[in-house]
C-alpha cells in the first residue's frame, strides 16, 4: 500500500520568500504519480501540481514546483515569493488503483 | 468550465437519521470518488464510481453507500448517522487515465448532532 508522510504539522513563512513542505513517500511500484493540493478555509481542494515518476524534469507550475528526488522518495513543495493568499493547508498525495492517498497535511501560514 | 458542484455545503441532521449527498462532475469526467475529512482520521477513501459502477470502496461500514447515474453525476447516502459521521465530504472527479488530476468539489459540511 502507499503511504504519504508529512512531517511539518505547520510552517511559517514571510510575505515575499520562498517555503518548501514537505512529502516522502513510499510504494513498491515503479509507475507512480504525485500530486499537491491546497485547501483554503473555504475546504475546496485545489489541485496545484503533478509529479510523474518517469517525468526526467521536476514539475513547475506557476510559483509552484516540485523538488522530486525519486531514490529518497521525497517530492517536495516549493512555493516562491509567497503571498497572503497562499495561507491554507497542503496536502501531498499519491495514487493507488483508483483512489487518492493523503499525507496528513501541513498548515502553512504566510505573515505580512 | 464548471467545476465539481457538490450540494449541499452544510447539512445539521440528528443521530439515527439518514442522508444523501450530491455531486456533479465536470463535464466529461466518467470518474467519481467520495472521500471523508475529519481532524482526526485526515482524508479517507470512501468509493469511486466509474460508468454507474463502484470500483473501489473504502475501509467505511455499510451505512455508508453511493451510486452513479448515466449522465456521471453521484450520490452518497449514510443511513443511521452517528456522531462520529461529521465531517467534510468531498467529492472529486477526473477523466480516465493513471495519474490524471483528480478536481474537487468544495465539499459538504455535516454535523451531526
Known amino acids: 500500500a502507499q503511504k504519504i508522510t508529512q512531517t511539518q504539522p505547520g510552517m511559517f513563512v514571510q510575505e515575499k520568500e520562498a517555503v518548501t513542505l514537505d512529502c516522502t513517500y513510499d510504494t513498491s511500484d515503479q509507475s507512480y504519480g504525485l500530486f499537491w493540493y491546497k485547501q483554503p478555509s473555504s475546504g475546496e481542494m485545489i489541485f496545484l501540481i503533478y509529479?510523474?515518476?518517469?517525468?526526467?524534469q521536476n514539475a513547475t507550475e506557476g510559483r509552484y514546483s516540485l523538488n522530486f528526488q525519486k531514490a529518497r522518495k521525497s517530492a517536495n513543495l516549493v512555493i516562491s515569493a509567497s503571498q497572503l493568499g497562499d495561507s491554507a493547508m497542503y496536502f501531498c498525495a499519491m495514487r493507488e488503483g483508483n483512489k487518492l492517498v493523503f499525507g496528513a497535511g501541513t498548515i502553512l501560514r504566510v505573515k505580512s | 468550465k464548471a467545476g465539481v458542484t457538490q450540494t449541499p455545503r452544510y447539512l445539521i441532521k440528528t443521530r439515527g437519521q439518514q442522508v444523501t449527498l450530491s455531486c456533479s462532475p465536470i463535464s466529461g469526467h466518467r470518474s467519481v470518488s467520495w472521500y471523508q475529512q475529519t481532524p482526526g482520521q485526515g482524508l479517507q477513501f470512501l468509493f469511486e464510481?466509474?460508468?454507474?459502477?463502484?470500483?473501489n470502496k473504502g475501509n467505511f461500514p455499510g451505512r455508508f453507500s453511493g451510486r452513479q447515474f448515466s449522465n456521471s453525476r453521484s450520490e452518497m447516502n449514510v443511513s443511521t448517522l452517528e456522531l462520529g459521521d461529521s465531517a467534510l465530504y468531498l467529492c472529486?472527479?477526473?477523466?480516465?487515465?493513471?495519474?490524471?488530476?483528480?478536481?474537487f468539489g468544495q465539499g459538504t459540511r455535516l454535523t451531526v448532532v
Open positions: 509529479q510523474g515518476s518517469y517525468d526526467e
Open positions: 464510481y466509474f460508468s454507474e459502477t463502484q470500483r
Open positions: 472529486a472527479s477526473r477523466k480516465t487515465g493513471a495519474n490524471t488530476e483528480a478536481f
